[in-house]
């Protein structure tokens, strides 16, 4: 029987919380859910695409063309050129995602490695990201601090005395490379980007990479808790309780040939026949009569009925959501009963 009860609203509640996903690519995967791209700073006087450095990524049977010079001025604008919050009124349309102890610049060539928004959710979860590139019969392990900075992670201490210096370019130096900041990851937008200088001037077109990271993904969590008062929900609708499996529900005299103007031919959308039997066989009837009585089994005291479906509707009535116990759960008449529904979106 379908009983509609308005909900307190301390028995609503709601929660959000965050969910991280791991994610692994390598360069077989460039052109899926991952690109690595170069990009390079030069004049845009007498630009020639012919002689301009070209990514070329294959995903299937179809190839496209990245050029270097429309990508690093698109990742210097975006990220690099005005990173100040004094100019973000100016350029309304950037992400600049910009956050404390970060360093940022660009150099003439870098590696940009961009993730589709299908495999970073909301972003990249911040301290996750692990780029290992083989170069030149090298490997170089680069990782991200949290703050948006890429570093070599074999320079670890280099780099955290050169950050702990707020970025003095005298500090965290070494012989073989600063291993300092060598590039900037962008979380929400899933952009890398890795300065190609020294060591790193292969870094994502070597031998091979492996990019590991988390995911992020909110999600909110409903609670909504339904009572039961004992003696409140006594009564069922079910078909089954009533004789001859007649039902509660009436349908007018019908005939065979009634047109759908007045509607009466709702009659075919009931079993075939109000009293079928074991296999349900029967012609449809021109009108269907309720049960007068309920079946033997149930008019003593000690039945009550059992609950096997909740439905919650939301302010117009509209039913959102849809809640089954494991089995059917028998009220009583003397205790409560309560249940407790959740559901994420």
Request: overall charge negative.
């Amino acid at each position: 029987m379908s009983i509609y009860k308005t909900l307190e609203i301390s028995d609503q509640f709601k929660r959000v919380f965050e969910t991280n996903k791991n994610f692994r690519f390598n360069q077989n995967d460039s052109g899926s859910g991952i690109f690595a791209i170069k990009a390079r700073d030069k004049s845009f006087r007498n630009y020639n695409s012919g002689s301009d450095e070209i990514t070329t990524i294959t995903s299937g049977s179809i190839s496209t063309n990245y050029f270097g010079l429309p990508t690093w001025n698109h990742i210097n604008t975006r990220y690099y050129k005005h990173i100040t919050q004094e100019d973000k009124p100016l350029i309304p349309y950037q992400s600049f995602d910009i956050r404390p102890h970060q360093s940022r610049s660009l150099h003439l060539s870098s590696s940009v490695f961009s993730i589709t928004r299908d495999v970073i959710g909301e972003k990249i979860k911040p301290g996750t990201i692990k780029l290992t590139d083989t170069s030149n019969g090298k490997t170089i392990d680069i990782r991200d601090d949290e703050d948006g900075n890429l570093y070599d992670f074999n320079f670890s201490s280099s780099f955290a005395a050169h950050k702990s210096s707020s970025f003095d370019m005298s500090q965290g130096i070494d012989a073989e490379g600063s291993g300092s900041v060598i590039g900037n990851a962008f979380y929400s937008d899933g952009i890398l980007v890795v300065n190609q200088k020294g060591t790193y001037k292969d870094v994502g077109f070597g031998t091979g990479f492996t990019l590991r990271y988390q995911s992020t993904h909110k999600i909110t969590e409903y609670e909504y808790v339904l009572r039961a008062p004992a003696g409140e929900f006594n009564m069922t609708s079910n078909i089954s309780v009533t004789k001859g499996r007649a039902g509660n529900i009436k349908v007018p005299q019908t005939s065979s040939d009634a047109t759908d103007t007045d509607r009466s031919w709702v009659y075919n959308l009931f079993p075939p026949h109000q009293s079928p039997g074991n296999y349900g066989t029967g012609s449809f009837q021109s009108q269907y009569i309720p049960a007068t009585q309920s079946i033997d089994e149930i008019t003593g005291s000690s039945w009550y009925p059992y609950v096997s479906q909740m439905g919650i509707y939301d302010i117009e009535g509209d039913l959102i959501a849809v809640a089954k116990p494991g089995q059917p759960v028998q009220l009583s008449s003397t205790l409560s009963t309560t249940f407790v529904v959740r559901f994420d979106v």
